[in-house]
Each structure stands twice: as structure tokens, then as C-alpha cells.
């Protein structure tokens, strides 16, 4: 006799940028172990493909998140983590004034999407040559930021986003997939951009939409608020 079939709700929420449905489910317990590994490893590459897995799992839409743009990679992991164990996660907050930490919580109901300036992601560095980028995926977003644990938009970390996102290059006779090319080729083209074209790429990827939870927590030892802001996938793991 087979055990029976525990049925599994479904959720729909939009994408960010083309408003299209995408239908999930909420962790079951083989990916919250997953989850756990996760948490638990120091290995980048471990810590990405088990986050991938873990959402790719829950996403019933056919879509490849790996793909996605970062942003929506993490608001999906957000409405499934809500979904799975709760909106509330609690968090560890220091008091700027005397230092010690304090106990408070997160309402993942509270999380925004910033949408930021409209974006152009076909850039002109000459008269004749040019870029067409694309968002960071997740992989790429959390490789810089797990490394440097902030992404700087200059010096090495943005030539590696960059190259990272270049979709195609383009003059007038031409189009280049960048995928056709090796990271190296891709640097050397890059660090041959004049300073001040470099202005204008870095621009792409500080208008692109944001996931942020930013609110205001009482100390008990000032009563006084402190600013919480959160920005970064890995911090919703808590």
C-alpha cells in the first residue's frame, strides 16, 4: 500500500520587471536541510548552486533562476521563505552608542522594492562602438559580495561585474556575443575604455532595482531607534 500524498500549496507573485506570474511552492523539508548546508559551509560555490537549487526546486514557472536577474532571484526567495517558515526572522541589532547588540525582529512583509531610474542597457562609448549589458544574475552578485562582503562599483570589482554582464559589444559592422570571448580578452577590452565612458556602465548597475528592508528598532538600552538596513540575500538566511 503506498502512503499517501501530501498536497502542497501554491503561491503566484509578478516579476519585477516584466510584471509576468510566476507560480511557487513553499519549502518542503528536504530543501530547508539544503538551507541549512548552506548556512552552514564556507565554500562560495557551495553556498550559490545550494541556493539555486533550493529556489529552482520551489519555482513551478518554467524559468532558470540561475538566469534571472539578481533582484528577482532574491524577491522570489523572499515570498518562499515567507511562505515556508514564517514573515518574521529574528535578527541581532547593535546599539551605535554603546555598542551591545540587542534582539529584535524582521517582518519580511516589510521588505521594498526600489525600482531605482529607468535603465538603458545599451551604452555608446564611442561614436561607433558600444555595449549592450545585462543585470548581474545571482551567481555573479553573490560571488563579489560573499568575497568582499560589500559590492564596490569601482576599481577590479566593477571591471569583473562588468565583464560579467556584457550580453554583446557592437560597432558599426558588427555584433559580438560576449560569451564567444575569454574573461581575459573581455578585461583587456574593458580596461581600454576611457575613464569617463566608465562613468556611465558603473551608472547601469546603481539605477538597477533593489530589495531592501530598512526600519527603525528601539534599543532597551537608550530607547532610542536604531536604523536597520538590509540589503543582501545571505542576511535573509538568519
Known amino acids: 500500500m503506498k502512503l499517501p500524498k501530501i498536497e502542497v500549496p501554491v503561491y503566484k507573485t509578478k516579476s519585477i520587471l516584466e510584471n509576468k506570474e510566476i507560480v511557487y511552492r513553499p519549502f518542503l523539508v528536504k530543501e530547508e ?31 532558470d533562476v540561475a538566469e534571472i536577474p539578481y533582484f528577482e532571484f532574491v524577491n522570489l526567495f523572499i515570498k518562499i521563505r515567507s511562505k515556508s517558515l514564517g ?93 564567444d570571448y575569454t574573461e581575459e580578452e573581455m578585461i583587456e577590452f574593458i580596461e581600454n575604455i576611457p575613464a569617463a565612458d566608465i562613468k556611465n556602465i558603473s551608472e547601469f548597475f546603481q539605477n538597477m532595482p533593489k530589495i531592501i528592508y530598512e526600519k527603525e528598532h528601539t534599543s532597551p538600552y537608550t530607547k532610542k531607534n536604531v536604523k536597520v538596513t538590509v540589503e543582501n540575500i545571505i542576511d535573509f538566511l538568519i
Not at 525582529?105 to 562602438?129: F, H, P, S, Y
Open 33 to 63: 536541510k539544503i538551507l541549512l548546508t548552506s548556512m552552514q559551509t564556507e565554500n562560495i560555490d557551495d553556498i550559490i548552486e545550494n541556493l539555486i537549487i533550493v529556489v529552482q526546486n520551489c519555482v513551478l514557472t518554467d524559468i
Open 87 to 179: 514573515e518574521i526572522i529574528d535578527i541581532n541589532v547593535v546599539d551605535p552608542e554603546n555598542k551591545k547588540p540587542f534582539d529584535s525582529e524582521m517582518n519580511l512583509e516589510e521588505v521594498q522594492i526600489i525600482k531605482g531610474k529607468k535603465n538603458n542597457n545599451k551604452i555608446k562609448i564611442t561614436d561607433n562602438v558600444g555595449l549592450i549589458l545585462k543585470f548581474p544574475n545571482i551567481k555573479t552578485h553573490l560571488s563579489l559580495y560573499l568575497k568582499n562582503k560589500k559590492i564596490n562599483l569601482s576599481g577590479d570589482n566593477l571591471i569583473k561585474l562588468i565583464v560579467c554582464c556584457i550580453d554583446q559589444i557592437f560597432d558599426e559592422e558588427n555584433v559580438y556575443n560576449a560569451k
